[in-house]
């Protein structure tokens, strides 16, 4: 079942702080991006993704565009399917 709770200030800001105000994925510092960075879902609501703070991330707004929805994509070099980077598993 699909959870439509939001995520309270407070977790949002735990997630925040461990990410030390980075991108968790392009490592970019708030303090230098033109917008704010979002906590977003590693693995998105749509993909049965929960609200644990585990699978949340702070994202800039360039990477979370990016990222959308999405878990996976086609690698150009090798044009099959991988994994995208989950800031919680892969180094
Ligand atoms: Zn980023």
Known sequence: MMTTR???PAVRQAVRQRAS???E???SQEKYCPD???VEHIVPRASAGCDDDANLAL???GCNGRKHVAVS????VTERE???YH???DV
């Open 25 to 27: 994925y392009c490592y």
């Open 21 to 23: 105000f980075c991108c």
């Open 73 to 76: 994509a086609i690698d150009p």
């Open 87 to 89: 800031p919680r598993r």
């Open 6 to 8: 939001r995520i309270s």
């Open 36 to 38: 704010p960075l979002s």
């Open 59 to 61: 994202a800039c707004q």
């Open 82 to 84: 991988v994994p995208l």
